[in-house]
């Protein structure tokens, strides 16, 4: 049987688009709501925070692909932290004692939306994080977080900085980060298989108006994206800008 992969956020619009990209494994879900729609997967459902439901949930897993958080560039801190912070790290706590290979998580373009709101671009993935809101300064401490517990905890991270994750791009300003459902596939994938022990990588299709280096992911990920949104930038909403993240 295929080693066991659990998704957690799996209730969530990000996940709707990646399960399609999961058949062929055997996936847990976990959310603090019940996922909609019949996968056939085991659910758990409940909280981030909650230690015994995440020693349940990372039992015999190999790889946890982590999507649970508050998404929302505008959230306060009291709304991040619960989500964000305590949960993540929870997450990895229980990974490392359970002996689970690997956790590929979301982090965010926020986390470097600075560099994008100052106009350098293309953003390397390898620069410092220089978020851009306190939701991207969560994102940013994730990716602290998670090195650390694979420097010391011997536990594999990949994080994908993830662009405007949606089925198509509806606002002039997602055409430079927007990553469509199958190259989020093509991804996650990527991450999940990947020989890199620990990374942070940008996830954004091949768009033409790109503002993000994609050549690490491609190295490292055997990331190859197919969709651009210049398919859609006649018919998206002009919203008066080109930056994806708080500007
Ligand atoms: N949607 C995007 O365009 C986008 C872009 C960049 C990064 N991300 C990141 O991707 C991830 C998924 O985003 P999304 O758009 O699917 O968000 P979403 O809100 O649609 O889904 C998140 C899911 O996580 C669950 N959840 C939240 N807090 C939880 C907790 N404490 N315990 C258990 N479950 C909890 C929610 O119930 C929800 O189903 C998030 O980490 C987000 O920051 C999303």
Redesign the pocket.
Known sequence: MAPTLLL?????????QLLPGLTGRTVRL????T?SGETGAEVLT?????RDLLARAVEGVDTVV???????PDATWDDLR???VD?FTALLEAAADHGVRRVV??????AMGRYEAEGRTPVESTWAPAPCCE?GAT?AFDEAMAAAFSHRRGLSTIGL??????PEPTQRSQLSGW?GPTDLRRLVVGAVETDVRCGVYP?ISANTRTHWDLSRAVADLGYRPELDSEAYAATVEDDGTTIATCG
Do not use: F, I, M, Q
Not at 105 to 110: C, L
């Open positions: 957690t956020g799996a209730a969530g619009r990000v996940a709707g976990l959310d603090r709501t996922p409940g909280e981030l925070t909650d982590h999507l649970a958080g508050d998404p929302r619960g989500p964000n949960g998580y979301a982090s965010s373009v926020h939701y994102k900085r993830l662009g405007a994750t949606t990553l996830g």
